[in-house]
């Protein structure tokens, strides 16, 4: 069974400062998505990542993925109060009808 | 640009009453899904369906729900007896075909079983 673990789950942030948030799953896939959401609201596409070595980026936000340490990572760069969400990855079962498998997420609190 | 819609956006329930909660596809989509969400919790997969019939179901998934396209455009998910634990957000999604890779989500139906 796909495990998908993301820390911290939760990330309390000065404005202005660096932070990363941290995937890892646990069998091999070469898809790989972060999404966020606001309160009350759905998941908002971010990144797809579809190979080993990629990376994008939008913003603030910079994503990547290793899929050999089956790790990626999401980047934030200068917090701003805008990015206050829940972050999360979520790996897709090629396998098993392309459903997707989400980490726990990640809240973060961007405070001035 | 095109988006997936649900109804109702929150519908409240008694426990064991049935619900319907309909999702209307993006136009040519082929895949779709019901992922559900406990509040404060992470999003788990329900159920896939694909070409009229479910090609995978998680466990949660249990004879209590069924899923539908019974107009070849409504997607539909029904939860036959309520529980209180069925309390959650209910998100559709669909994607286009095999090949193509993202899922495009809807905003969601939170249901409440009182």
């Known amino acids: 069974e796909l495990k998908v673990e993301q820390n911290p789950l939760f990330l309390s942030m000065q404005e202005g400062k660096n932070y990363t948030i941290y995937c890892n799953y646990s069998?091999?896939?070469?898809?790989l998505y972060w999404y966020r959401q606001d309160p009350g609201k759905s998941l908002e596409s971010l990144f797809v990542?579809?190979?080993?070595?990629a990376v994008k980026q939008e913003g603030r936000l910079m994503a990547s993925l290793d899929t050999k340490a089956r790790l990626s990572t999401l980047h934030i760069t200068a917090a701003v109060h805008d990015l206050s969400a829940t972050y999360f990855c979520?790996?897709?079962?090629?396998?098993?009808?392309?459903?997707?498998?989400f980490g726990g997420g990640t809240r973060v609190l961007v405070k001035p | 640009e095109p988006e997936v819609t649900q109804t109702p956006s929150h519908q409240v329930t008694q426990m064991g009453q049935e619900v319907i909660l309909r999702c209307v596809p993006i136009?040519?989509?082929?895949?779709f899904y019901w992922y559900r969400q406990i509040l404060g919790q992470k999003v788990e997969f329900l159920v896939s369906f694909y070409n009229n019939e479910i090609s995978e179901k998680s466990e949660i998934f249990d004879d209590q729900f069924s899923v539908e396209r019974p107009d070849g455009s409504n997607f539909t998910l029904k939860i036959r007896s309520t529980k209180l634990e069925d309390s959650a957000m209910y998100f559709c999604a669909t994607k286009w075909d095999g090949s193509s890779y993202e899922q495009y989500f809807g905003p969601g139906t939170r249901l409440t079983v009182t």
């Open positions: 069998t091999t896939s070469d898809r």
């Open positions: 136009s040519n989509h082929l895949y």
């Open positions: 979520a790996v897709d079962e090629l396998a098993a009808g392309n459903k997707l498998t």
């Open positions: 990542l579809l190979s080993n070595g």
